[in-house]
């Protein structure tokens, strides 16, 4: 499939930011445009900064949990948090986004060529997703996608408009981006987690059936509540709040497989890196906030290893 030029930054725009959304709080979670609202401007909300340090018996990390849009690196950062950023040698991040093409990374979301999106979802889903995302994606390229990636843009959506309530007319900020731009300029050595593929990956493994499923409830339900709660637990830097946020019980049980890949295997599968990075010292590590809080969450993984983990910076 040979894209336009257009149609290629929007499918790469789309495909790069769920790869951000699927670490915060999966399935929910697009850059928002700059408001031209008229309205008058609110007061600035401080985000929190959850930041942690990672004791072992030969060394040390940091752990920071991101939201991957709305807030910027430097807007969350105190003072002190930025002296352990400074201070350290090596960055480690999900995953590295440059230089992605847009025709590969769409290969990988489109179902099977006997198949289309239309006859998997059923007619009366089908027309409220293209009631509701058809601007963004012409019909006949969204009849080829896996229901997962329109779900995680609707979630994305729901998202955005709870970010244009919190910061109106703030411009569109990546904390993941601006990290990595930093590191790089600093000339600090990067790694990283995954693949891009790997990370598309993820959302590929899980069943055809519960995307589904997760397709037509995002489509039923308002998502506006859970990311308004989201963004007012990060802002504030509240802990208890976020975790509550990304971790309701009704969404466990509704998309458990949702969770078990996007957020708890690949936790499982970053913990021996986290702890080998941990005895070299001096790493500095950004992921999303939903891989570090909650009962399986690493930061809790660690401690019951004998790590001590404690948030710092604020």
């Known amino acids: ?24 709080a999966p399935p929910k979670p697009p850059v928002v445009a700059p408001s031209t609202a008229t309205e008058p401007a609110r007061a600035a909300v401080t985000p929190g900064l959850f930041l942690y340090e990672v004791r072992g018996k030969q060394g040390s990390a940091h752990l920071l949990g991101t939201i991957h849009i709305g807030f910027g690196f430097d ?10 950023f400074d201070a350290s040698t090596h960055v480690m991040t999900e995953a590295d986004i440059r230089g992605a093409d847009p025709e590969r990374l769409l290969q990988a979301a489109m179902l099977p060529p006997e198949r289309s999106l239309r006859s998997v979802v059923g007619e009366p889903t089908w027309k409220k997703l293209l009631a509701r995302i058809d601007a963004q994606i012409p019909a006949p390229l969204l009849d080829r996608l896996e229901p997962w990636l329109p779900t995680v843009m609707l979630g994305l959506e729901d998202l955005g408009h709870a970010l244009e309530e919190l910061k109106p007319g703030a411009e569109p900020r990546m904390m993941d981006v601006e990290l990595m731009k930093e ?11 995954e693949t891009v593929e790997e990370q598309l990956g993820v959302f590929d493994s899980i069943s055809l059936d519960e995307q589904v499923r997760e397709l037509t409830r995002s ?3 308002a998502g506006s509540e859970q990311a308004r709660a989201l963004l007012s637990g990060f802002s504030s830097g509240d802990e208890a709040a976020l975790s509550a946020a990304l971790f309701d019980e009704k969404e466990l049980a509704s998309s458990p ?15 021996p890196v986290i702890e080998k990075e941990t005895a070299r010292g001096g790493c500095f590590i950004a992921v999303g906030a939903g891989h570090l809080l909650g009962e399986r969450g690493i930061v809790a ?9 404690s948030r710092v910076g604020q």
């Open 219 to 221: 489509l039923e339900a």
């Open 183 to 193: 590191a790089n300029q600093r000339g600090k050595e990067v790694t990283y987690f």
């Open 257 to 271: 497989g949702f969770y078990d890949r996007v957020l708890f295997a690949r936790n499982a599968a970053w913990l």
């Open 301 to 309: 993984e660690l401690r019951r290893r004998g790590y001590q983990v």
């Open 1 to 24: 499939m040979v894209l336009s030029v257009r149609l290629r930054a929007s499918v790469l725009r789309a495909l790069l930011l769920t790869l951000a959304a699927c670490s915060s």
């Open 75 to 84: 807007e969350v950062l105190t003072l002190d948090a930025r002296r352990r």
